[in-house]
């Protein structure tokens, strides 16, 4: 029986096990929507905002592991999803996107509704397509699904022009992918990992910085026994937190311009750096060249173009870090009996002795919210097992400082790009994926504004989804890089007009909160989370002059932190004269 | 450094497009590409001279092979290779310089491809140094125009 391109593409995102698309209809793509329309096994979440959709997608693929899957139209449809991909770029997450496109024969002619999807999102996909003929389509799909989740994830586009999805054929999904210009590779090279075995046991202040490629490649087991093995301590990058148990007591948290003290002392001081899925981003190495400066360096990644991109490495090992991993724990235990303990003894008491020393903290007040207060109370309320997601911002960092991730997939940030807009549809997709759980949206009052649209469809499909809004009416990382940096002189930071959030929500028929003062923080954490087929907004009305410190300068050294006690003490020294 | 190296792509529409992206948006050089049909019409090969130190070079390799459309990619530098240009040349020599002219034609064992009452297009191939060298003694006869091919290049076979 001969199929066309429209029922093709359900019949495939169904072989593929798709349950949940995140989409919006137009003109080129009603013959999809219309066979979406009684289908029984895969429901489609419509948006409000075909970014939404994506970042929606992108939130159910993080949290899950699994592609997620957006469709939409052409022209406009198509655009709006751009960020939402070079959001997922980024952070190497797969999202399959469907565009609709005009009809072949309008290819080219500035048609209603047409843009080059393709040719827009060439650099931020992984791969896309543009399906000529009905009969690449099948193959087109399961490349695309194979594609987006092998090797290191990312999202992947299919323009599909009307006439294409109209046009019949026979139906025929090949079993294998063969693609002979994609071979990711897996196993690490075995000498090399005896390499870095061998360094290990050298080294005598080892460190691990581990990233989202441990996400990726399910290898938080793997890397909990190394570190265990070997009393190694484990840093993690935004994109890492939570493959290693924030609150083990070999945790330092997060390293960079707003990382911790003694991660970045650890990192600057270590003789070893056993670098896992990460990338080395600026915003974690500070100034390249006063990076880690007594270390060799072991680099484990799936992407061999992230080898050597950023910083020098001394032990390269291309592969999956799980596989990579496991065999590196077997030459471990094979090279004998070490007493690890007692090797890592005064390392580990150094940086003891760093926490001590600068513990990340603010200073708790009574009368007036502090953001990091709120972070905590809901790690405290949660007990550290809501799915969180993050704007990007001041919210973002005081989220990765204050709320312990012990587990892999449950933060949702955008790292690479920095997507303001990012957070409340990420935990939209988490929450269609995890009916059950608690999942919140760490949030500013510049960055909800951003995909706000969205509550009409957290309350169509009644989806609780809890957004923390830490109200300052700033856009708060642009107005501390001005306070720091800029003279005071805040241009265009500040947001005059901020919505009563309360009434926001409430006009979309969820359920708004307010807290102004620091004992009000509980009780409406707590009311919200009663709260089971809304989504909830609460605001939380912060002080308005709270930085998130420790900071490294952009471009300074990881040694070049600031603390915020600077600035106080030159009063005081005034003072004094 | 200067590098040629050598691209083999799935002959798919885009392909290019992808290629010259990378370079664009990456910030590498491209100093000629030129690309053309293999043995096999599926695939297409791309000549691509670059420049750049060391590390820049190991990453053009690295982003090349990672594109889905890439199927291999051989830094030619590294290997005994031999390399061929053409340029088609148009000059607009003086009479009496005429001869001349067709003289450094037959040294550089050239061809006159196309003539008029003033002009002669000349056609060359070679390495790079020698097409420069061509084009050096040309402009004392006036050149209208020239087009350059860009490189093409191909391993010596090995002897072992």
């Known amino acids: 029986m001969k199929r066309t391109g429209a029922q093709i593409v359900i019949e495939c995102l169904k072989r593929e096990g798709v349950k949940h698309i995140f989409g919006y209809p137009g003109g080129v793509v009603l013959g999809i929507f219309d066979l979406l329309y009684d289908d029984k096994d895969i429901q489609l979440v419509l948006t409000r905002h075909e970014q939404g959709a994506v970042h929606a997608a992108d939130g159910y693929a993080r949290s899950t592991g699994r592609p997620g899957v957006v469709l939409v139209t052409s022209g406009p449809g198509a655009t709006n999803t751009v960020t939402g991909i070079a959001t997922a770029y980024m952070d190497s997450i797969p999202v399959i996107v469907l565009t609709g496109q005009v009809p072949t024969k309008l290819i080219g002619n500035d048609a209603f509704q047409e843009a080059d999807i393709v040719g827009i999102t060439r650099p931020c996909t992984k791969h896309n397509y543009l399906v000529k003929d009905v009969k690449d389509l099948a193959r087109i799909m399961k490349e695309a699904f194979h594609i987006a989740t092998t090797g290191r994830p990312g999202p992947v586009l299919i323009d599909l022009p009307k006439d294409v999805l109209g046009d019949k054929t026979t139906f025929h999904c090949p079993d294998k992918v063969t693609i002979r210009g994609y071979n990711p590779k897996y196993e690490g090279n075995r000498w090399m990992i005896k390499q870095a075995a061998n360094e290990i046991q050298k080294a005598k202040r080892p460190v691990i910085i581990a990233g989202g490629g441990v996400v990726h490649s399910d290898a938080s087991k793997e890397l909990k026994e190394l570190a265990e093995l070997t009393e190694i301590p484990v840093i993690m990058t935004l994109m890492g937190l939570g493959v290693f148990p924030g609150t083990h007591r070999l945790s330092l948290g997060m390293p960079g311009m707003h990382g911790s003290y003694y991660a970045n002392k650890a990192i600057q001081e270590s003789d070893l750096l056993i670098a896992v899925g990460i990338r080395f981003d600026d915003r974690v190495t500070g100034r390249i060249s006063s990076f880690a400066p007594k270390a060799k360096i072991i680099h484990i990644d799936i992407d061999p173009s992230s080898i050597r991109k950023n910083v020098r490495v001394d032990v390269p090992i291309v592969g999956d870090a799980k596989r990579v991993l496991k065999v590196l724990v077997e030459m471990l235990k094979e090279g004998g009996k070490v007493q690890w303990e007692a090797v890592r003894k005064a390392w580990l008491k150094q940086i003891e002795k760093w926490k001590q020393e600068r513990p990340l903290s603010y200073e708790f007040d009574e009368n007036i919210i502090k953001p990091q207060f709120v972070v905590e109370k809901i790690y405290e309320l949660t007990k550290g097992k809501a799915i969180i997601s993050t704007e990007v911002g001041q919210n973002q960092m005081w989220t990765a400082q204050f709320y312990k991730f012990d587990r892999p997939r449950t933060l949702l940030t955008s790292g690479g790009l920095g997507t303001m807009g990012y957070g409340f549809p990420a935990a939209m997709g988490a929450q269609v994926a995890h009916p059950d759980k608690i999942v919140i949206d760490i949030a500013g009052d510049g960055s909800f504004q951003m995909n706000i649209q969205e509550l009409a469809t957290c309350v169509t499909y009644k989806l609780p989804v809890k957004v923390a809004i830490l109200n300052n009416m700033y856009l708060g990382m642009v107005r501390q890089w001005q306070e720091l940096f800029y003279a005071e002189r805040y241009s265009y930071s500040h947001l005059d007009t901020v919505p009563d959030f309360v009434k926001v929500a409430e006009a979309y028929g969820a359920v708004g909160l307010r807290a102004t003062k620091p004992s009000e923080v509980e009780p409406v954490i707590k009311e919200a989370l009663k709260v089971k087929d809304l989504p909830v907004v609460m605001d939380f009305i912060v002080d308005w002059k709270e930085k998130v410190f420790p900071m490294v300068p952009a471009g300074g050294s990881l040694d070049e932190m600031i603390f915020g006690e600077e600035k106080k003490e030159k009063k005081k020294l005034r003072a004094v004269k | ?160």
Not at chain 2, 55 to 64: A, C, R
Not at chain 2, 106 to 117: C, L, N, Q, T, Y
């Open chain 2, 1 to 160: 450094m200067r590098h040629t190296i050598s691209v083999l792509v799935e002959n798919k529409f885009g392909v290019l497009s992808r290629v010259s992206g990378l370079f664009s948006g990456r910030g590498y050089n491209i100093e000629s590409l030129s690309v053309g049909e293999t043995i096999d019409p599926n695939i297409s090969i791309m000549t691509i001279v670059t420049s750049g130190d060391d590390q820049v070079i190991e990453q053009i390799t690295k982003q090349l092979n990672k594109l889905i459309d890439v199927i291999k990619v051989v830094d030619l530098t590294e290997v005994d290779h031999v390399e061929r240009e053409m340029i088609l040349i148009k000059v607009a020599p003086k009479r009496e310089d005429k001869a001349e002219v067709l003289r450094l034609v037959e040294i550089f064992r050239g061809k006159v491809v196309d003539s008029s009452p003033q002009t002669y297009t000349i056609e060359i191939t070679g390495d790079e140094k020698k097409i420069e060298a061509f084009v050096e003694l040309m402009k004392a006869f006036n050149i209208k125009e020239f087009v350059r091919t860009g490189k093409i290049a191909i391993a010596r076979e090995g002897v072992k």
